[in-house]
Structures are given as C-alpha cells and as structure tokens.
C-alpha cells in the first residue's frame, strides 16, 4: 500500500501538535460540599473539644483543586462554594517533591482581601522565593502559582489544599479540599503525583 505524502505529512504534524506527559499534566480532584469542619476556640485561641460538622457553612467549603505542573510552575487552583470578604480566610498548599515540602499561606482579612502569599519550608522557615496568586471572590477561586525553581525543579509533585476561615474568633472552619471531613490538626490529604 502506498502512503499518500500529503496525508502523511498532515498525520505527521498532527502528532507533534499533540502535547506529552512531558510538556505539562494536569489532575483534577473533587470535594464533598457541605464537609467543613469547626473547632471552637478557648479566650488564648487553643482548640476547645473535638471538630463538628458545619455542613451549613459555604464560606471556605471546597469544591475541588485543579493542579497543572509544567516546566515552570505549580499551577493550583481551589473551587469553593462561597468566598466572601469578611472575617478571615487562610488558604493553604502543602507542596512535595521527591526531596522538598513546602508550606504555601495564603492570608486575606479585613483591609487586606487579595491576601497576602508567604512560602515556607518544612522546618517553618520563610523560604526565599516569589509566589503569586489570585483570589477571586466573584468566581469563588484562589489560584497559587509557584515557581519550579522553588521546589527544586521537580518532575513530579504532589498537593494538598485546603481552608481555615473564621469571622469572630470564638470559632475556626475548617475544610480539606481532597478529603471528606478530617479533623482539625490532621495534615492536608494530598494528590497523586503530577508530572511536568
């Protein structure tokens, strides 16, 4: 059978177009609604008893992480089913590779609601990195970029995300994007490895 050389030279640039596990991979996780947690808190802000359910509060109540890796970055995003600006939010990565964990915080609260983004290392020391983000609060997301360089130019990573809110203080909300309830002090679950 003879190849047609113009059909062969489409099917040809047509798999290179196809990108690779190489160029970038990208997973998508969901989570429960209505599976946030909360702790009550003594007047020096210690926990007070065991975690209930709060299955009526939206504020921090993860939907689901999307995670690309590429080359570059860490892409994650975080779906909530309602993010206001009010009271305080912390939203938080765990980032491991195959020789680096990090820590990445983010902080909004009143007078400061694009947040404020600190990176740590395991040992809870700042790490020396730039990281950038976006809160949006009309979509309900938060997007966390973070450099490759930072973590070492990893091939593979894995994420855990997920919430700590509160409006008054007496009481923190708390929700794990990749799990179905927890509990307060456990560490965040975290996804399958994702190759660049």
């Known amino acids: 059978m003879k190849l047609n050389r113009p059909l062969a030279a489409i099917a040809t640039v047509a798999l290179l177009a196809i990108p690779t596990a190489a160029s970038a991979d990208t997973i998508v996780r969901g989570d429960a609604r209505g599976d946030v947690q909360v702790v009550k808190l003594d007047k020096d ?50 980032i491991r590779t195959g020789s680096r964990a990090r820590i990445l915080q983010i902080e909004a609260l009143p007078g400061s609601w694009k947040g404020k983004a600190t990176l740590y290392t395991w040992a809870g020391k700042k790490a020396r990195c730039s990281t950038s983000h976006t809160i949006d609060y009309a979509k309900n997301t938060v997007l966390a970029v973070v450099p490759s360089k930072c973590l070492g130019n990893p091939t593979w990573v894995r994420i855990g995300s997920g919430a700590i809110t509160s409006y008054d203080g007496n009481q923190l909300y708390f929700d794990d994007a990749l799990v179905t309830g927890g509990t307060f002090d456990s560490p965040n679950a975290l996804t399958g490895r994702v190759y660049r």
């Open 45 to 94: 802000g210690d926990v007070v008893g065991e975690a209930a359910p709060a299955p009526d509060r939206a504020q921090g109540d993860a939907t689901g992480v999307k995670v690309t890796h590429t080359k570059k970055s860490v892409r994650v995003l975080t779906r909530y089913r309602d993010l206001v600006r009010s009271g305080y939010q912390l939203h938080q990565l765990e």
